[in-house]
């Protein structure tokens, strides 16, 4: 398959208004565009797919990946792809999937995240995008992975709410962290502290060891961050009744941030998409945090991220799409919806972080 790749950058252009209803039934007029779903059922060699007028027309098809084809049929069938794109699509299957989901990205938040975080999502016919060796002959891929890591400072922040109350920056951090990596990998202090054991391992033995420098990772985290999180339902009391508006608010984004990621779990890959992935390394970070600017974290992040990609790294999220199943691509798309609604409530929450754009 060709694979289809939409960027978050450039998903704001997209829009709604051309989205079907789901069909109940197969030979269901399917709203505007007068198509039954029936209607996009291979037929011979070629597929019946529609023009803008909602007349079928059939478009022999001999190189495109049978996958792609199934996957058009099903978006249309439960109402995420849009007729109209077949010809914007110049009738490629491929073209129009990525249409579908450009718009679907759109709708979920895209044009928020492209304030923050820099993020692609692919429908391929592989889960490995830098080998390109074919999965499973049957299955599609979807994955999100970075081209480049945000950045987001948070020292000043921990600092304004320990004012309020000695717990809320531990509180608000794991919240606001814990949210994001249930989607995207993160980079932070405790991925530096590992570097720096990793680093002083790697000296053990050396006849000059005292030489060596360790970046300090520990003296750079706020003693805060020590203390036991408080509850949801402590941190909303707290966010009803501070005075401070900044702080209420994120408080208020953070909580809501945590809620939206919690919407559906991750769904598991199967063995042998594991064992294509098995040689990877590990998935590239959407997001570096650290407490200052070029703080401990940032040195070991930036040594660190020199190894990236010495090997293929493993995509941050990866959904396996059965393209003739409803329920596998619906389960895929709301799987994305619910990474990008989280990713767009992270962006929301960096708006409101004082210290970033002095110190970043």
């Not at 060709?2 to 998903?11: E, F, H, L, P, V």
């Not at 098995?278 to 650290?290: E, F, G, I, Q, Y």
């Amino acid at each position: 398959m060709s694979t289809s790749t939409a960027s978050y950058q450039n998903s704001g252009r997209c829009n709604s208004s051309g989205i079907l209803s789901p069909a109940c039934e197969a030979g269901t007029n399917s709203g505007a565009s007068g198509l039954a779903p029936a209607h996009l059922m291979g037929q011979a060699s070629g597929v019946i797919l529609p023009k803008l007028d909602g007349a079928p027309v059939e478009y022999r098809i001999s190189s495109e990946d049978p996958r792609a084809i199934k996957l058009a049929q099903t978006l249309t069938i439960i109402g995420i792809a849009d007729p109209c794109d077949w010809e914007e699509a110049k009738r490629s299957p491929a073209g129009y999937v990525q249409a579908a989901l450009m718009r679907w990205l759109a709708l979920h938040g895209g044009g928020q995240i492209q304030q923050s975080f820099a993020l692609n999502a692919t429908i391929s016919g592989s889960p490995d995008l830098y080998c390109g060796e074919e999965g499973r002959q049957e299955l599609l891929y979807l994955m999100v992975d970075p081209d480049s890591a945000g950045y987001m400072i948070l020292g000043p922040t921990l600092d304004r709410l320990e004012h309020i109350h000695p717990r809320l920056p531990a509180t608000f951090y794991h919240q606001f962290v814990g949210a994001i990596q249930r989607w995207e990998r993160l980079y932070d202090y405790r991925d530096a502290q590992d570097r720096v054991e990793i680093l002083r391992e790697w000296a053990e033995g050396e006849a000059d060891q005292e030489q060596y420098e360790f970046p300090d990772v520990e003296s750079c985290i706020p003693a805060s961050m020590k203390l036991r999180p408080l509850s949801e339902k402590q941190v909303q009391r707290i966010a009803d009744s501070t005075d401070d508006q900044l702080c209420r608010q994120l408080l208020q984004a953070a909580l809501d941030l945590n809620r939206v990621s919690r919407r559906v779990r991750r769904p598991e890959i199967s063995e042998d998409t594991r064992e294509a992935l098995m040689d990877s390394n590990p998935p590239l970070p959407a997001l570096l945090v650290s407490f200052k600017r070029h703080d401990s974290v940032c040195a070991c992040y930036d040594d660190e991220s020199q190894a990236f990609l010495e090997a293929t790294p493993e995509p941050n999220l990866i959904v396996e799409i059965n393209p003739a199943g409803c329920a596998s691509v619906r389960r895929a798309f709301d799987t994305l919806a619910v990474l990008c609604e989280t990713m767009a409530a992270a962006s929301r929450v960096a708006a409101l972080l004082p210290g970033n754009e002095q110190e970043g």
